[in-house]
């Protein structure tokens, strides 16, 4: 029973130690997209994993990169489930992630908007997000759509930096 | 993983499955989802109600890519592709929760590539042909304001799967609708050139606005968010001028068949290739 637990957590430390394939300076558990890891009965590890984007095609990496980290550290019954309910919102990222994320030039979300009926604003309200480079608060959107679903184009006008930023969703 | 080349590991051996979507070798987008279709939900609309949203889905990625290296600026088209990408991960899991409730076990794989044009259930303004940024800036906010409501909505359908990817897209879809609107602000309100130009993209997309009402009432919402849009954009409200038939019964306009054809000839071409 003891060795049971320890196993269990051994196979969780492993999971959360897993990079994310497109911002590798976070670990999965970082990143908040690991919903669980438990051993069933029989021996099978099971990780639960929740998707950021609908579209993000990293998922997959993600699944089969648990699996090979989980096969390799040992286990041979490994099962990846994929978890919608509740969806993963930037609020998961954690504060470790958000750290990792500033000290390589990408700034952090700040908190996701609330749930119900989404208002659609038309006037300038965009918050200040703070360049990860100087400091200032002086930056700009530049594209809110970037290389990965999950980030936006910024630009800081007192360094003149472009950097990314992880879009509050 | 042997990784001399690229080439060589995409080839590798990927256990039984062969699969296109993201090319051979992945999973399933539900996988180790519970499946269960809850007592009391009719199976047969559940799964034509994903496949309808995976079709307007679908088909829209495809029409968002074609911006792909045609877009005015590399920041529209990065946006384009993304807004894609979304819409085109929505449609994979709703293919995969239909294949699961309407008994067949198909994967998204045989919803998306061995259909025909008259087996697609996508309203038809999804599938006409690209025109200029402003029809693109049109047709994305009324379809965007439209799958917003749609998908508030269905996040309390008692399907939980439909409600868990409807309450997912939902984020999706309000960074979708902002974009389109705050262009069809700037184009509206830009030069003449450009005002005339939405003008004319409205007219376009009128005939085509009905059919988004025939299966899902959220009309006054969509109505509530176009007005705030063309006010703000010194532009008209569209009037409706409705065309006969609709893309939710099959019947669709020409253009659809050739969008079929480009996205469907590798794996038609070669149903069981993996790579």
């Known amino acids: 029973m003891v060795t049971t637990l320890l196993d269990a957590r051994r196979a969780r430390h492993v999971a959360e130690g897993v990079p994310d394939p497109e911002l590798p300076m976070l670990t999965l558990a970082d990143l908040g997209v690991l919903r669980g890891v438990?051993?069933?009965?029989?021996?099978?590890?099971?990780?639960?994993?929740?998707?950021?984007?609908?579209?993000?095609?990293?998922?997959?990496?993600?699944?089969?990169?648990?699996?090979?980290?989980?096969?390799?550290?040992?286990?041979?019954?490994?099962?990846?489930?994929?978890v919608l309910d509740p969806p993963w919102t930037s609020d998961w990222i954690t504060p470790a992630g958000r750290r990792k994320l500033a000290e390589h030039g990408i700034a952090p979300p700040g908190p996701a908007p609330r749930g119900g009926p989404v208002p659609l604003v038309l006037s300038p309200t965009r918050h200040a997000v703070t360049c990860p480079r100087c400091g200032s608060a002086d930056t700009e959107e530049t594209s809110r759509f970037a290389a990965t679903s999950c980030k936006a184009l910024w630009r800081c006008r007192t360094c003149r930096e472009p950097f990314e930023y992880v879009k509050e969703i | 993983m042997s990784d001399d080349h690229v080439y060589m590991t995409l080839a590798e051996g990927h256990e039984d499955d062969t699969r296109w979507a993201y090319g051979t070798g992945f999973e399933d987008p539900l996988h180790g989802v519970d499946t269960t279709v809850p007592e009391g939900i009719d199976a047969g609309e559940l799964a034509a109600l994903c496949v309808a949203l995976a079709d307007d889905a679908l088909v829209s990625a495809q029409r968002l890519a074609e911006w792909i290296t045609r877009a005015p600026e590399l920041e529209e088209e990065v946006a384009l592709a993304n807004i894609g990408l979304d819409l085109l991960g929505q449609a994979r899991l709703l293919y995969s929760r239909a294949g699961q409730v309407d008994g067949t076990g198909r994967d998204e794989d045989a919803y998306a590539y061995v259909r025909d044009a008259g087996d697609f259930h996508n309203v038809r303004l999804a599938e006409l042909p690209n025109g200029d940024f402003a029809f693109a800036i049109v047709r994305l906010l009324v379809l965007s304001s439209w799958r917003l409501a749609h998908f508030e909505q269905l996040a309390s359908h008692p399907d939980p799967v439909l409600a868990a990817i409807a309450t997912k897209g939902v984020k999706e879809l309000a960074y979708h609708r902002q974009y389109a609107a705050e262009w069809a602000v700037r184009l509206g309100d830009g030069t003449q050139e450009s005002h005339r130009r939405m003008r004319r993209a409205q007219e376009q997309v009128a005939p085509y606005l009905g059919e988004l009402f025939t299966a899902c009432d959220v009309r006054d919402e969509v109505v509530t968010v176009l007005r705030q849009v063309t006010e703000a954009a010194g532009l008209p409200?569209?009037?409706?001028?409705?065309?006969?038939?609709?893309?939710?019964?099959?019947?669709?306009?020409?253009?659809?068949?050739?969008?079929?054809?480009?996205?469907?000839?590798?794996?038609?071409?070669?149903?069981?290739?993996?790579?």
Do not use: F, N
Not at chain 1, 39 to 60: F, I, K, N, Q, W
Not at chain 2, 241 to 267: C, F, I, N, W
């Open chain 1, 38 to 82: 438990e051993l069933t009965e029989d021996g099978t590890v099971v990780a639960r994993l929740t998707p950021t984007y609908s579209g993000c095609p990293a998922m997959a990496e993600m699944r089969a990169d648990v699996a090979a980290r989980l096969r390799e550290a040992g286990y041979a019954r490994v099962e990846i489930r994929t």
């Open chain 2, 237 to 275: 409200m569209p009037v409706y001028r409705p065309l006969p038939g609709s893309g939710r019964d099959g019947e669709h306009t020409e253009h659809l068949a050739p969008l079929l054809a480009e996205l469907q000839g590798v794996a038609r071409a070669h149903p069981e290739a993996t790579w």
